[in-house]
């Protein structure tokens, strides 16, 4: 290929001092959630010599990710790899969409409708759903989160929406 075109592929990109954006920006993100998870356990009480305190295992996890996330960054400045791919919101929408529905139906509506419901809701979130399929595995899953909660792990929650049991 040309100059004007692009690089080969068996060249480095030209000149640019971030090789990698998905990495070093991804990295970057990284490193914030982790920042922020430490300032999210500053109220708990940390380590006193050889005992552990509530907020010892956040900060430490914080920590790690924040090296890790750093890491991720400097690949991102050395090594070559993608660019910055276009950002999905659909996904992330219809996932929330999914969990403050669960959140406010599950009293009302109970287990069965709330969870299949809400795993239908979530399916809206890829455009590569199959519905008979989605269907399928939210019947299964339903059904399984109707098993364990309740008889498996003794849950005091209620199945069936509140006007069918009145």
Do not use: N
Request: glycine content about 12%; aromatic content about 14%.
């Amino acid at each position: 290929m040309s100059e004007a075109t692009g690089p080969s592929p068996g060249k480095p990109r030209a000149t640019s001092f971030i090789r990698s954006p998905q990495d070093f920006f991804g990295g970057l993100v990284l490193m914030a959630i982790a920042a922020f998870a430490y300032w999210a356990a500053s109220d708990l009480q940390g380590m006193r010599g050889f005992t552990f305190g509530p907020g010892t295992a956040p900060r430490l996890f914080a920590a790690l990710l924040f090296f890790l996330g750093g890491g991720v960054a400097i690949m991102g400045l050395t090594s070559d790899g993608p660019p910055l791919q276009k950002y999905g919101v659909r996904g992330p929408f219809f996932v929330s969409l999914a969990i403050v529905a669960f959140a406010l139906l599950i009293r009302p509506m109970g287990l069965i409708v709330t969870a299949f419901a809400s795993f239908m809701v979530a399916a809206m979130g890829s455009d590569e759903t199959k519905w008979l399929e989605a269907a399928i595995v939210g019947a299964c899953l339903t059904a399984f989160c109707a098993l364990l909660f309740p008889y498996a792990l003794g849950l005091p929650l209620q199945l069936w929406p509140r006007f069918l049991i009145q």
